[in-house]
C-alpha cells in the first residue's frame, strides 16, 4: 500500500511546529486534523507508515533525527480522533503490510498497538547510530559530542507527544508495553538527563508503576530487573569493559594478573564502552534499577549481577559518569546485607575504586569537576565504613581522613571550593570516627586553624562556616584531649582571629550574623569542654579567665565569650 500519505503527514506537522514555534501539542494536532490526516485509515496502515518512516528516517546511518518531533506530533494527530480510525479489511494482507522496524523474527508476533509503541519509543530513545560521515567511531572527541547533543535536543522536542501517544495507548490496553518499550521509559525517569524534563520524568513514573501494577506476582518488577535489565541488556553492554578485579559474574577475584590490566590511556569509543557513546539509557536504566530492586530479594540472591556495573561506572575516567557511578554505589551500599560485604571481601573491592577519586584535585582536574566528585566519593566510603566490623571500620575511616582530607588540604587548599568540600566532609568524618579521631588532632586542629585565620576566609562565607562547623565536631568528639593541651590555645586563637577579621571584612554584610552566631556557638562549645573534668584531681578551666586579658584589649570580644562569661 501507498505511505505516501503518512510521509506527507509528518512533512505538514514540520510545517506547523515551523511556523508555529510556541504552539502547542494540542493546538498542532488540532491543526493537522483540519487538513492533513486522512478522513479514515486503518490502525495497522498507521503502524505499518510508521515503522517504515523510522526505518527510513532514523535507524540508518544517515538519519534525520531533525524530524523526530514532527513524526510523533504525525502519529499523535492520527490517534487523537478515534473515528478516523476504520476497521481492518483483510488480516492476512494487513500481517504483509507490518513496519519494517523488525530487529528479529520474534518481532513478528508482537500485536499492531505494541509494534506502534515500540516505534514511537525508538523514536525518542537515547539511542545513537554510528554515522556514514564524521568520526570512525563514537567517542568524546568534539564532534561525538556534537552528535550526542543534536539527537538528545531531538528526543526531549519529541517526547512530550510521544508520551501522549504512550497515555492513549496504555489507557486502552495496559498490555502493550514490552520489556524493550520500558527501557526508554525507565530512561525518562531521571529529569536530570538532558533528554527528559521533570514533568516527563513524572508521566514516564507513572506510567511504570501503572504497567507494573497489572501484572501478575510472577512477572513482578524485582523479576524484570533481575532479568531483563540486569543479565539481559546490562550484561553485553558493559562485557568489554568490566573491571578487572571482580570475575565476569560479580565476585571479587582470588588472584588478579598485573599483565592482565590494561596499561596506557583508558580506550573510551563505543566499541568498549557502548553504555556510554551508542545507547545513552543505560546509566539511568541501573540507577533505576538499584534504586528499585529489593533489599531482601533481588540485592541479596542477585547482587553478583550489580557489581561488575557498579565498579565500571565509579571507575570511569569521566567525571560525569563517575559522579553517576559513586552515587548509585552509596544507594546499594545501602542495600547491601553488611554479611555478604564482609564474607565475599567486597568491602576492599569498594575501598580500592573508590578512593582514587580523591586524586581529583586541582590543578589537573578542573574544580567544578573535583567538587562533584568528592561529595559522593566520600559518601560512599562512609557508607561502606558503617556496614564493617569496628576495626575493619576504624582502619578505612582513619585512611579515609589521612588520603582523602588531609592530603587532599595539602595540595589543594588554595582552592576555596575544594577547602569547603573538605570540611564539610572532615565534620561527617569525625561524627562516624568518634574518639578514634583523637590521634589526628595534630593535623586536624592546624588544618581549622588556618582557614578561620585566613584574613580573607569572609570573601567565601560556605567554607567559612564548614570550618567552624568541623571545628564543632572536633570538640564534641576530641573534647578528653582539648583541656590544658596545645589545642586549647590554637582554638581560642582562631575563634578570636576569625572574630575579629569580621569586623574589618569588606565582604557582604548579609552573612556576617550568621557566621558569628557560628562562632558564638563553638565558643559555648569550647568553655563547656574545658569545664569538663577530664581527669580526678585537676580543676576545671574557666575559659571567662582565660580569654579575661585578651577581651580587655579588646571589648569586642566579649560578644564571642559572652556565654562563658555568663557562667
Not at 532514523?58 to 480510525?85: E, G, Q, V, W, Y
Not at 560521515?133 to 522536542?157: N, T
Not at 517526547?159 to 504512550?166: C, G, H, N, W, Y
Not at 562565607?461 to 582539648?482: G, H, M
Request: include cysteine; glycine fraction near 4%.
Amino acid at each position: 500500500y501507498d505511505t505516501k500519505w503518512f510521509d506527507s503527514l509528518v512533512a505538514a506537522a514540520g510545517s506547523v511546529l515551523t511556523e508555529n514555534p510556541s504552539i502547542s501539542t494540542e493546538e498542532a494536532c488540532q491543526k493537522l486534523l483540519q487538513s492533513n490526516v486522512p478522513e479514515e485509515f486503518t490502525f495497522r496502515q498507521l503502524m505499518g507508515s510508521a515503522g517504515r518512516y523510522l526505518c527510513k528516517n532514523f535507524l540508518t546511518r544517515t538519519p534525520k533525527s531533525h524530524t523526530r518531533p514532527h513524526f510523533t506530533l504525525a502519529i499523535l494527530a492520527c490517534l487523537t480522533d478515534s473515528s478516523r480510525i476504520g476497521p481492518e479489511h483483510d488480516s492476512n494482507s494487513a500481517s504483509e503490510e507490518s513496519s519494517e522496524n523488525e530487529d528479529n523474527e520474534g518481532d513478528r508476533t508482537l500485536s499492531s498497538g505494541t509494534r506502534l509503541f515500540r516505534t514511537v519509543a525508538q523514536a525518542i530513545s537515547p539511542v545513537l547510530l554510528k554515522p556514514n560521515h564524521g568520526p570512525d567511531d563514537l567517542d568524546d572527541s568534539a564532534v561525538s559530542q556534537q552528535l550526542r547533543s543534536e539527537h538528545i535536543k531531538q528526543c526531549l522536542a519529541a517526547a512530550d507527544a510521544a508520551f501522549k501517544i504512550f497515555e492513549l495507548l496504555t489507557s486502552s490496553d495496559p498490555d502493550l508495553v514490552d520489556n524493550d518499550i520500558l527501557l526508554t521509559l525507565i530512561s525518562y525517569t531521571n529529569p536530570s538527563e538532558g533528554w527528559t524534563t521533570p514533568e516527563l520524568a513524572a508521566r514516564a513514573t507513572l506510567l511504570l508503576q501503572e504497567h507494573f501494577a497489572s501484572k501478575p506476582a510472577e512477572e513482578s518488577k524485582q523479576d524484570f530487573i533481575t532479568s531483563h535489565i540486569l543479565q539481559f541488556y546490562l550484561r553485553p553492554l558493559f562485557s568489554r569493559s568490566s573491571p578487572t578485579n571482580v570475575t565476569p559474574s560479580g565476585r571479587p577475584s582470588a588472584y588478579q594478573n598485573p599483565d592482565a590490566r590494561p596499561s596506557g590511556l583508558p580506550d573510551d569509543s563505543s566499541v568498549t564502552k557502548p553504555w556510554k557513546f551508542v545507547d545513552l539509557r543505560a546509566v539511568t536504566v541501573f540507577e533505576w534499577a538499584v534504586s528499585e530492586a529489593d533489599e531482601e530479594t533481588t540485592v541479596t540472591k542477585s547482587w553478583p549481577l550489580f557489581i561488575p556495573v557498579l565498579l565500571t561506572l565509579a571507575d570511569d575516567n569521566s567525571a560525569y559518569v563517575r559522579k553517576r557511578g559513586l552515587v548509585i554505589l552509596n544507594k546499594f551500599l545501602d542495600k547491601f546485607p553488611s554479611k555478604i560485604l564482609n564474607e565475599t571481601g567486597l568491602n576492599k573491592v569498594f575501598e580500592d575504586t573508590v578512593l582514587p577519586t580523591f586524586s581529583y584535585l586541582p590543578s589537573i582536574t578542573p574544580e567544578e569537576e573535583s567538587v562533584e566528585l568528592l561529595g559522593p566519593a566520600y559518601a560512599a566510603l562512609r557508607c561502606l565504613a558503617g556496614k564493617l566490623p569496628a576495626e575493619k571500620k576504624n582502619k578505612l575511616l582513619d585512611r579515609v581522613m589521612r588520603e582523602g582530607i588531609l592530603l587532599g588540604y595539602f595540595h589543594a587548599k588554595e582552592y576555596v571550593r575544594i577547602a569547603d568540600v573538605l570540611c564539610h566532609e572532615l565534620g561527617e568524618l569525625l561524627v562516624q570516627m568518634g574518639v578514634n579521631s583523637v590521634k589526628h588532632l595534630k593535623d586536624i586542629i592546624p588544618m581549622l586553624s588556618r582557614i578561620l585565620t585566613d584574613p580573607f576566609a569572609s570573601l567565601h562565607p560556605p567554607t567559612l562556616l564548614s570550618a567552624i562547623k568541623a571545628l564543632q565536631a572536633a570538640l564534641a568528639t576530641c573534647w578528653p584531649r582539648i583541656p590544658n593541651s596545645p589545642w586549647q590555645d590554637e582554638i581560642i586563637n582562631a575563634l578570636v582571629l576569625c572574630w575579629l577579621n569580621l569586623d574589618a571584612s569588606s565582604s557582604s554584610k548579609d552573612n556576617i550574623p550568621t557566621i558569628r552566631q557560628a562562632l558564638v556557638v563553638t565558643a559555648d562549645a569550647l568553655s563547656a569542654v574545658l569545664a569538663a573534668e577530664v581527669e580526678e584531681g585537676k580543676p576545671p578551666i574557666n575559659l571567662s579567665e582565660v580569654v579575661a586579658p585578651i577581651v580587655a584589649k579588646e571589648p569586642s570580644l566579649s560578644q564571642l565569650f559572652s556565654a562563658a562569661s555568663n557562667e
